[in-house]
C-alpha cells in the first residue's frame, strides 16, 4: 500500500515543479517582452548606436546672406527634417542653436546645441565643430524613451547656405 502513495506524492511533486517551471516561463516571458521592444528598456550600463540622417538641412542668422561663413561672435539656428536611412522616411526633425566662435589656439567654428524631435521623446546633445562639416558631441540627456541616456555622437553636416546639398549624418552611441 505504501507503494501508490509514494507514486502519487512523486506525482503530485512532479506536477507542483511542472506548474513551477510554466508559471516562471510566463513570468519571464513577460518581463522579458517590453524589453526586447527597444531602448527605453535596455539593462543598465548596455549601449547601442543610433544613426539618423538628415534632409532639408538650413542654418539661419538675423545679420547674413545665405553663402556667406558666420564670424566669431555669430549666432544662427538651424533646422532639419531626421530620416531612418539615407533616403528613407521622415521620423522626426532636428533643431540647432549655434554661435560662432574664434580661437587664435585652434581652429574651432561654432558651439552648437542640438535637439533631435523623434516619436518617442528627445535626445539633447552639445558640442563644436571645426571650420568644416564634422563635429564631436556629448549627449547631455533626453526625455521620453530616451530619458537617463548618455553617451556622444559625431555629426557631419552640409548646410546649404554654407556650400552644402541640405544634408547630415548623426552616429550616436547611447548608453543607459
Keep these: 500500500m505504501e507503494e501508490p502513495n509514494s507514486a502519487s506524492s512523486s ?17 519571464l516571458g513577460a518581463v522579458k517582452g517590453p524589453a ?8 543598465e550600463g548596455s549601449s547601442w548606436t543610433l544613426r539618423l540622417y538628415a534632409r532639408q538641412l538650413h542654418l539661419h542668422a ?12 555669430d549666432r544662427h539656428t538651424g533646422y532639419a527634417q531626421l530620416l531612418n536611412k539615407r533616403k ?11 554661435l560662432a566662435l574664434d580661437s587664435p589656439f585652434a581652429h574651432t567654428g561654432s558651439l552648437e546645441i542640438h535637439t533631435f524631435h523623434l516619436a518617442e521623446g528627445t535626445i539633447h546633445g552639445l558640442g563644436a565643430t571645426a571650420r568644416g562639416a564634422e563635429g564631436h558631441f556629448v549627449v547631455l540627456g533626453g526625455t521620453g524613451r530616451y530619458a537617463g541616456v548618455t553617451g556622444s555622437y559625431v555629426a557631419r553636416q552640409y548646410a546649404r547656405e554654407l556650400g552644402g546639398n541640405g544634408t547630415a549624418e548623426f552616429q550616436l552611441t547611447l548608453a543607459r
Design 88 to 98: 528613407g522616411r521622415v521620423i522626426g526633425h532636428f533643431t540647432a542653436a549655434n
Design 62 to 73: 538675423p545679420e547674413r546672406v545665405a553663402g556667406q561663413v558666420p564670424t566669431k561672435g
Design 11 to 27: 506525482r503530485r511533486g512532479l506536477l507542483g515543479r511542472g506548474l513551477v517551471v510554466a508559471l516562471g516561463a510566463i513570468g
Design 36 to 43: 526586447a521592444a527597444g531602448a527605453a528598456t535596455r539593462p
